[in-house]
Structures are given as structure tokens and as C-alpha cells.
């Protein structure tokens, strides 16, 4: 413990993952790396109330990234419901349609991912919580296997494995030197009337 708060370090494995870049729309290329967000969307996945939310400190990535691309059918227009409602009332498969309408489209994912995330947890100060209660359920049910729903990695098409690990357990990065992450998502900001993304500039050394 340090200044009341605990540090902990959630371990996460998945085959692929997809941390969507802002700058491009139709086609969905990842970052090299997770956000923060994505992160916290993880630990959300295990554990969350409103009384408490999470801080990001560090993230290792252990595996060099590599990327796979994933081209898929797209419809350029919106399915129109009617015709769907008489489609399966009358039995007809309509789950893979064909036509004119079909667009391709390309996703370039993150494979073979392996990161540790360092972590702590905050209380927003709603009721008299305290972050070690927290602490102590966010590892209970992490260390159980518990969760709300299925973690992901950035899309819920892309799930991932998570456990708890102690820092002296954590896995030598593959990643040497210093890499300039240029502009990066860090999270979306609700204060306003209006969602409002929030950027930085992350620097990864040796992997963090």
C-alpha cells in the first residue's frame, strides 16, 4: 500500500485484438499498442461500481506487435426491416445476402497479444467507500475468474484471457529501446453535453 492505494497487475492474453486508430472511418486499423480506455474497459469487464473507478499506470507489452488483415462483406445500405421480418417468417436464410450491396471491407488487427497492465483503484467519494474495499473484490473475483461480461480487446468479436500477477512475475518485454507512439486515443471525455475524445502522446521504453 501506498498513500491508502494498492497497485496492482492484471495479466492479458488474447489471439487477436483491435484498438481501433481515430483517423481512419470505414476500414478499422489498430494501434501498435492498447489504450488506456481499452484497458480499463477490461478491468470494467471484471469488476466496477459507481463509487469507484480505475487509474492506468503502466502498460508492458511483452510480444513484438504483429498485425494480420481481415477482409469481410460489408452492406453499403441499411437492411431494410420489413424485408427481413417477411424473410424470416417465411423461413429464408438471409444471413449471408448477396447482390450489388456487398462492400468489402478490411480490418488490420494485432495478433498473439500479451500485456500486463499496472494498475490502482480510485473512489469518487458518492459514499464513504474506501479503495481497499474495492481492491480486496477486484482480486477476489479476478483471481476467481469472475467477471461481468466477456473481456475484450477493443471489440467484443476479440476476447481475451486475464490473471492476476505479481510484479516480480511479470514477463521480460521482447520490445527494446524507445518507440514514439505519435497521437494516440487516450479516452473519451462524458463531462460535457457533447462526448469528447481525449489524445496524448504515449513513448514506449523497453516495452512500457
Known sequence: FGKGRLEMYLEIKGKRALFSRHEFKAERISYEVPTPSSMIGVLKSIYWKPQMDYEINEIHVINEPEF???????????????FLKKSFDKGIDVSHPRGNDSTP?????????????????????????????????????????????QPCLGVSEFPCEFNMIRKEDIPKSKIKGERRLGVMLHHIDYSGNIPEPVFYRPIMRDGI
Do not use: W
Open 68 to 82: 494480420e488483415l481481415i477482409m469481410k462483406n460489408g452492406q453499403s445500405i441499411a437492411a431494410d426491416y420489413d
Open 105 to 149: 471491407m478490411s480490418e488490420n488487427v494485432l495478433v498473439n497479444v500479451h500485456y500486463v497492465v499496472r494498475f490502482h483503484i480510485i473512489t469518487s467519494g458518492i459514499d464513504d467507500s474506501v479503495p481497499q474495499k474495492h481492491q480486496a473484490i477486484f482480486l477476489r473475483r479476478a483471481e476467481s475468474g469472475q467477471c461481468f461480461r
